[in-house]
């Protein structure tokens, strides 16, 4: 019998942004993705953006599709609705792999976070702009990944309900991502790209938080690895997830 893998995007994207290894690891998994609230068909509408709805629609995703376990494998702030599901529900989920995720700890990130969280009240386009500029810097005039990245931002997030990115960002500030992380024992995979400084400024203390995980880098991306990169990303999943189910056998 198939193990399931359930795929969880990030702010402004939507379940297609994992299509491709969808396809690919549905050989040998059956595999899953869904819109998170307030995305998708529901993108502009105004919902109650809520970490505690958005772990709701996960249980309710793996009641309506009869998935009594599965692997988690979330991008960027779905970390978010994932590590507190996974701790609800340990016995839900046999692993959890982050792609470009992060916790409050202090760092330049969260630095970022503070500042466009004070000044929230601003027009929605004008603040959306400067904070897309500041989560994804260009390092360089050069830098190809923050550039692509602060584009996509911006321009998907115009179509979101102004509540969206400003209540996650209300969540990475207020909730203890960390602490949570701590206690999960489950394998988990970490993969950061390695030009995503912004995001990795929140990990220096990743090992001491998560003693087992597996932290990997992949050359020549930026934030959302799996898409600058998506055939290296597969090898480091299917590499995890092979090796998970090699050891269950014995």
């Not at 999943?237 to 092979?242: H, K, P, R």
């Amino acid at each position: 019998m198939k193990e399931n893998i359930i795929f969880i995007h990030g702010l402004t994207g939507t379940k297609d942004a994992f299509k491709k290894p969808m396809e690919y690891f549905n050989r040998q998994f059956n595999t899953y993705s869904y819109n998170l609230l307030g995305h998708g068909e529901d993108r502009g509408k105004a919902v109650d953006f809520t970490l505690t709805n958005l772990v709701s629609q996960l249980e309710d995703f793996y009641e309506q599709e009869g998935l009594k376990e599965a692997h988690l494998c979330s991008l960027s702030y779905g970390c978010y609705p994932s590590t507190i599901f996974a701790k609800k529900w340990n016995n839900k989920v046999k692993s959890l792999c982050f792609i470009g995720g992060h916790y409050n700890s202090p760092s330049q990130l969260f630095d970022v976070f503070k500042h466009y969280w004070e000044i929230r009240h601003e027009d929605y386009p004008t603040w959306l702009r400067k904070y897309s500029h500041d989560i994804y810097p260009k390092e360089s005039l050069l830098d190809p990944y923050s550039i692509i990245s602060n584009k996509i931002y911006y321009k998907y997030g115009l179509e979101l309900n102004d509540n969206i990115l400003k209540s996650a960002i209300q969540h990475r500030l207020k909730y203890d991502l960390r602490s949570d992380l701590s206690l999960l024992k489950v394998p988990i995979l970490w993969v950061m790209g390695d030009h995503d400084s912004m995001y990795k400024s929140t990990l220096t203390d990743l090992n001491t938080v998560i003693p087992h995980v597996i932290y990997k880098e992949i050359k020549h991306a930026g934030h959302a690895a799996n898409m600058f990169r998506p055939s290296c990303f597969r090898d480091m999943y299917e590499e995890f997830l092979t090796s998970l189910i090699v050891k269950a056998k014995g």
